[in-house]
């Protein structure tokens, strides 16, 4: 199978500004170096903590900023470089949600014109079949008809979620990039929001970039996980081996942090110290290494590469080979 | 919950006057904190936890916010009744209060020295000197790197991580009998809210004090809680042991939270339990029991009248009509 879309050594450096002559002597590595793949149909969570470029990669698949390294093609067609008058046609096929609705959502726009304008802005349907559409949207999601004359803030948090995926989905698009869509929901209402997900998934094959720090709630939603730590992937494979049979040290704490809701288990964690590194100044190396509990002298200097370690699993350790799969991370 | 409590909510109802009228945010809150202790506070947004917690505190917005009803009996003194003056000598002293916004607990124009010297100098009525002294020791207590340095460093200079650190040992500092703590680690990744939570598990263990942790996430409450109170809508819709809650819900509100979380163990893409709806508004509270729109076994009574709250075992306490026994 082609895949939908592939990233290959994606870099996005923002220059950090300094000085009287606003010259940029550093660089932010937002996202340093990404290589991944998604297949249609099929939803890739990217997990990790805050500022380890997450949004920054996902808003440079949709292209809303131009990646200063790297390619990004869809599906067969290198995207990359496109300029910005030449996006709308890549606009139909790829969508992106937010995190908070409210932010991406024009609040002085009624729901009925915020759904319209993707329709109006590819030049699709007259009036009439375009207000159908609208309401076909709203029922896809599970908001009454009613609400195509209301502004967004007259909803509630999952409802204006509802809105964001209405829109996303308007053009009926082949991949949607969502960006912490469930983060600020409270749990009654994100189960709502995830199961619309994946039932409009199955029905439209649509493919997601599915990010979000919450570790349970991506394994719930995705086929394979790619764990990001600053700018890099550190660990990649499919959910229930990602989970079972983590490989990375990084990875391994990340899954032993997870509180679990159940007060019968008595987990033994290994709690990472030291605080997440700049990634304007990363550490030399793996630049995990000043936290993990395992680090030996060579990963101070040299980075390691993502290498193959079990079927459609890789892991970026110099340690891989020791770290031996049969070892339960969960404890 | 037999021994003497360290603290006593009872029927606590907290209002506030907004321009559309009064609202009442909490109506009859009543739950116990037992010494050395922690209690849970767990709900959706809005539910009122944080007005629990500023209740309390004695900290709510003026004028618009007043306790109208109940007590607060902390070690047998009721802290509604209390002067500002008699207010600021407990707290901060015998209860400390770690706040849902980490930066605005802290003061950005004063370093971290003096804002944890000065709760030390009132209330422990310490020489500058030694007040320096526990404040660099505290600092090196939770976790901070080179703590002497740090004391003269402001806010904006560390990370959430180190911040939130920041907080718990000024909140910490006079050693209080009672930790507020509100959503201490919603703001930051898995991994500090990890090194979070098991420090303030071992200040808790060295100090001997009660913790009343208020947090949406029901892993936090089961891996660090030993008393749950779940909130719904400004009333406490299910109380008990961490097991009570988890093992034995009684509330239909509790079974539906519990049942709608992701788990790592559960298959992938498969249907989560929902709870339909949304929580009502404080404009718009139904007249009988306030999960009623959203609950699946209400029925003509529970839109009639409130459920009383009813002892369903020792310690577990349930407001429903059709509770779930188990
Ligand atoms: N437009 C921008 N200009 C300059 N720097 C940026 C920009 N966007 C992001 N960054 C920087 O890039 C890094 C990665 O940020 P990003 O928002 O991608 O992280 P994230 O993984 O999405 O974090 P979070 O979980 O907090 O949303 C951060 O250091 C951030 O400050
Ligand atoms: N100053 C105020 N004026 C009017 N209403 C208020 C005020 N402060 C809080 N409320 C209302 O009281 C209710 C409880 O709010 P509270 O902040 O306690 O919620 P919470 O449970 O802490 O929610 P979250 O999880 O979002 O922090 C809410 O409906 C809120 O709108
Ligand atoms: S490469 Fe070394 S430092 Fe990096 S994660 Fe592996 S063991 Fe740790
Ligand atoms: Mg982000
Ligand atoms: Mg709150």
Redesign the pocket.
């Known amino acids: 199978m082609t895949p939908l879309l592939e990233v290959n050594d994606l870099k996005m450096h923002f220059p950090v500004r300094e000085g009287i002559f606003n010259r940029s002597r550093y660089f932010n590595r937002a996202v340093d170096g990404v290589s991944l793949h998604i297949n249609p149909g099929e939803t890739l969570g990217l997990v990790g903590e805050s500022g380890c470029g997450k949004s920054t990669l996902g808003r440079c698949i949709v292209r809303l900023y131009q990646p200063t390294g790297g390619s990004i093609s869809f599906d067969g067609s290198d995207i990359t470089h496109l300029r910005p008058g030449a996006l709308r046609p890549l606009r139909q096929n790829i969508q992106m949600i937010f995190q908070d609705p409210m932010e991406s959502l024009n609040s002085r726009h009624t729901v009925g014109e915020i759904l319209e304008e993707p329709l109006l802005v590819q030049g699709l349907g007259k009036g009439p079949e375009r207000a159908a559409r609208v309401r076909e949207l709203l029922n896809i999601v599970g908001l009454p008809a009613r609400s195509v004359s209301r502004y967004p803030f007259e909803f509630s948090g999952g409802q204006r979620q509802r809105i964001g995926i209405a829109r996303a989905i308007a053009l009926n698009p082949r991949l949607i990039v969502c960006d912490e869509p469930v983060s600020a929901l409270d749990v009654s209402i994100q189960s709502q929001v995830l199961n619309l997900m994946v039932d409009l998934q199955k029905e439209f094959n649509l493919a997601y970039l599915f990010i979000a720090h919450d570790l349970a709630v991506v394994k719930h939603v995705s086929d394979r996980i790619a764990i990001m730590y600053l700018g890099r992937i550190v660990e990649t494979a499919e959910s229930e081996t990602l989970y079972k049979e983590a490989r990375h040290p990084y990875t391994r704490s990340l899954i032993s942090a997870i509180p679990i809701p159940d007060p019968h288990r008595n987990v033994e964690r290994e709690i990472l110290t030291g605080d997440v590194p700049s990634p304007i100044a990363p550490p030399a190396g793996c630049h995990f290494h000043p936290r993990c509990p395992r680090a030996e002298e060579r990963c101070k200097v040299e980075y390691p590469s993502l290498e193959l370690v079990g079927e459609a699993h890789r892991s970026a350790c110099h340690l891989n080979n020791q770290l031996g799969a049969s070892a339960d991370s969960t404890g | 919950m037999s021994e003497q409590p360290l603290l006593r909510v009872d029927q606590l109802v907290t209002e506030?006057d907004?321009d559309e009228g009064t609202?009442r945010?909490l109506d009859g809150v009543s739950f116990d904190v037992s010494p050395g202790k922690t209690v849970g506070i767990v709900?959706?947004?809005?539910?009122?936890?944080?007005?629990?917690a500023l209740s309390i505190m004695r900290l709510l917005?003026q004028p618009?916010?007043r306790i109208a009803g109940g007590n607060i009996r902390f070690r047998g003194q009721d802290l509604a009744t209390l002067t500002f003056a008699e207010m600021a000598h407990i707290r901060g002293n015998h209860i400390g209060m770690v706040f849902?916004e980490p930066m605005t607990a802290l003061n950005p124009v004063h370093t971290i020295g003096k804002q944890l010297v000065e709760g030390l100098r009132l209330h422990k009525n310490l020489s500058l000197e030694e007040a320096v002294k526990q404040g660099v020791d505290i600092l090196d207590r939770v976790g901070i790197p080179s703590p002497d340095i740090r004391m003269s460093e402001y806010p904006h200079q560390l990370s959430g991580g180190m911040r939130q650190r920041v907080v718990i040992a000024i909140a910490l500092a006079c050693r209080p009998a009672l930790l507020i703590a509100d959503?201490p680690t919603t703001a930051l990744d898995v991994t500090i809210q990890a090194q979070i939570l098991e420090l303030i598990k071992d200040l808790q263990k060295e100090m001997g004090m009660a913790v009343m942790l208020?947090t949406?996430d029901l892993g936090v409450i089961a891996e660090t809680c030993e008393d749950v109170v779940v909130m719904y809508a400004?009333k406490v819709a299910e109380q008990g042991s961490v097991y009570d809650i988890f093992d034995r819900p009684a509330h239909p509100y509790t079974r539906g939270l519990l049942q709608s979380i992701p788990r790592l163990d559960t298959q992938p893409k498969s249907r989560l339990s929902v709870i339909e709806g949304m929580v009502p508004g404080?404009r718009d509270l139904p007249a009988g029991c306030r999960f009623e729109n959203r609950c699946p076994l209400a029925s003509e009574e529970c839109r009639q009248k409130p459920p009383a709250e009813e002892v369903i075992a020792d310690g577990h306490r349930v407001s429903c009509y059709h509770r779930v026994s188990v």
Not at chain 2, 43 to 52: A, D, F, I, P, Q
């Open positions: 506030f907004t609202v945010a709900g959706e947004s809005g539910c009122g936890k944080s007005v629990t917005p618009m916010g849902q959503e208020i949406h400004g404080l």
